[in-house]
């Protein structure tokens, strides 16, 4: 027996003894967790895909699986790339599949390509389309530039032996010079907003936010409404150790009358 299917038949473990001829299986849309027993078959072509339940690869032995060429893995539970670095020590692997799995679902489809690329030097077909020598090289050079805007997040994190084999081939990223003072955070301002029945009174409720100071006071009324639970009001600006100033006029930038960090917008229902 060289080769077994046995897709949707709501199998929950292997635990039977497969033959040792085996060298295609596939187990599409069962509900497999653990594929570790199908390590020491040698097995050139697996179809894990829609099992749902099996969320890793890493378990099986580091020596397993050396005779595998192709898997797929898509829809499945796989949500961490220490699964895809397991699959990169595997000497034969040449095409993979494994697209529609938490560990893609949150990325965009490039970065998503980049980086299970550069992780995995020998794949040459990848969720059904061909990467060949050029393609290879723009989707490394991509994963870098995507490791120099953010070098600690999980997504882009690499063994630092594959990621020196990346340099030495591309060059090390280049890193984004920090953003100039003038950027966004510069322009926002720390303002407490208040709901109040008048000026000198308690505040009834606030809540904090970071107002862009360019904004316009009609800008404002929306977040101003939910919070007054109406669509009727005042709004009125108070800056540390000066008076109280009525924003009465729509038009205007909240920077004309002043806003900054620690200000108060005080919001008086009619």
Known sequence: LRALSHGWSQLARIDAELPASLVELRLEYNMVGDWAPLA???????????????????????????????LDVSHTGIAHWRSVDFLARLPRLRALRIGATPLVAGLPADAARAQLIARLPRVTKLDGSAVDARHRADMERYFLALHARNPDADDVKLDCARYAQLVS????????????????????????????????????????????????VRQLRPLAMRLAKS????????????????????????????????????????
Do not use: C
């Open 231 to 270: 669509r009727r009001f005042q709004m009125h600006l108070k800056r540390p150790q000066l008076d109280w100033i009525a924003l009465d006029s729509d038009s205007r930038p909240l920077s004309f009358y002043g806003i900054d960090d620690n200000a108060v917008i005080r919001i008086i229902p009619d």
């Open 169 to 216: 081939v591309h060059g090390a990223p280049r890193v984004p010079p920090p953003p100039p003072a003038h950027k966004l955070d510069a322009r926002l301002a720390d303002v407490e907003l208040q709901l109040a029945a008048d000026l000198s009174g308690p505040a009834a409720a606030s809540v904090r936010r970071p107002l862009i100071r360019s904004m316009l």
């Open 40 to 70: 020491r078959l040698p097995l050139v072509r697996v179809a894990l895909a829609g099992n749902a339940e099996l969320a890793r690869l890493d378990n099986a032995p580091a020596d397993g699986f050396q005779t595998l060429e192709e």
